[in-house]
């Protein structure tokens, strides 16, 4: 007879749908494990026939090793100066970096996915909405949480104050005298997108302006949410089989704005002079173009986020950091008139 195999404390873990440092801290008769957790474990360690080795006992005292960075897409390109703020600002902590792709299409289920595999000690999540079921699900997790991007009362975040940055987009137009608005909004909604539109809507309103609904259009490509170039593209197409275009248009994400840039200058129309045009983000291409385009300081928010990282594992401090970044305008000549 072949003999049997050990059991481990990441099968326990596996079973009892926790991380792995949850099923250390119940063999270390941690106090800070709700019972209703401590049972599921102590239910899984009977099924398994588990028996714990003195390394698995020490797992709960030792400090975090893997910071695990979830985010919704690997190609937008905003993501990227929040992870330099993060590794800026992580060299202190000794712990190495994985990122994580949960996808776009649900990133929601995606960490949630993520979470079930127990092999991080901390995270850090961009862009992506913790709803009151994935709270549930990682509450047993009990590991070190910051949100960016967006926000949840029971955990520590660095939320951006999109529908702010919608209005602004929407009051710099008009000031510039503009008469007729559009917006290319993505494919999928999100919570952000949402709130830029409302945003929008809410300038336009305020200033008298016309809100012509044919005017905010979606971009074909639903790939990563159509927050992409063939987003814009597409978008600027659908304004010319109209036959008619708005004077400026509002783009949900700078990736968007670079893809209608394209697509307006191809059709032969001058910027801002035909057709006005701006984005949101600032990514670093943006400059380039001379796009205008709404800042979301993503990169201090990067550096703020591990920070507040950094005070959670050296002092175990258990009270909530939760911030509203506000954005900043940045006018360029897409918009600007002479």
């Known amino acids: 007879m072949a003999p049997q195999k050990k059991i481990t404390i990441y099968q326990v873990a596996q079973r009892a749908g926790v991380a792995i440092s949850t099923v250390s801290r119940v063999l270390n008769n941690s106090p800070n494990v709700s019972q209703g957790t401590k049972d599921k474990v102590e239910e899984a360690i009977k099924e398994l026939n588990f028996r714990p080795q003195v390394s698995a006992r020490k797992l709960a005292s030792r400090k975090p090793q893997m910071l695990a960075i979830a985010v919704p897409s690997f190609t937008t390109p905003y993501y990227n100066e929040v992870l330099k703020g993060v590794k800026d600002e992580i060299d202190d902590l000794d712990l190495d970096i994985v990122i994580y792709n949960t996808g776009s299409k649900n990133p929601e289920e995606g960490i949630q996915n993520f979470f079930n595999r127990g092999t991080a000690d901390t995270v850090i999540t961009i862009s992506i909405d913790i709803t009151d079921e994935v709270h549930h699900r990682l509450q047993s997790s009990e590991i070190p949480i910051v949100l960016v991007g967006s926000s949840h009362p029971m955990y520590n975040y660095f939320e951006l104050n999109n529908q702010k940055g919608g209005f602004m987009a929407g009051e710099h137009l008009?000031?510039?005298?503009?008469?007729?608005?559009?917006?290319?909004?993505?494919?999928?909604?999100?919570?952000?997108?949402?709130?830029?539109?409302?945003?929008?809507?809410?300038?336009?309103?305020?200033?008298?302006?016309?809100?012509?609904?044919?005017?905010?259009?979606?971009?074909?490509?639903?790939?990563?949410?159509?927050?992409?170039?063939?987003?814009?593209?597409?978008?600027?197409?659908?304004?010319?089989?109209?036959?008619?275009?708005?004077?400026?248009?509002?783009?949900?994400?700078d990736t968007q704005a670079i893809g209608a840039y394209h697509a307006i200058s191809k059709l032969g129309l001058k910027i801002p002079e035909d057709v006005a045009i701006m984005g949101y983000d600032n990514i670093k291409f943006t400059k380039y173009l001379d796009l205008t385009t709404i800042d979301q300081k993503m990169y201090s928010v990067g550096v703020e986020a591990t920070k507040r990282l950094a005070q959670i594992i050296r002092n175990k401090d258990e009270t909530k950091v939760q911030k509203t970044i506000d954005p900043v305008l940045i006018p360029r000549g897409s918009t600007l008139r002479k």
Do not use: W
Request: with cysteine.
């Open 174 to 253: 008009v000031k510039q005298g503009y008469k007729s608005f559009g917006m290319i909004l993505p494919a999928m909604n999100t919570k952000s997108s949402l709130l830029r539109y409302n945003g929008f809507i809410d300038a336009l309103k305020e200033f008298k302006m016309p809100v012509n609904e044919k005017f905010f259009v979606r971009g074909e490509s639903k790939k990563h949410a159509g927050f992409t170039e063939e987003a814009g593209f597409e978008a600027i197409y659908e304004y010319d089989r109209m036959g008619e275009f708005p004077e400026a248009i509002f783009c949900s994400n």
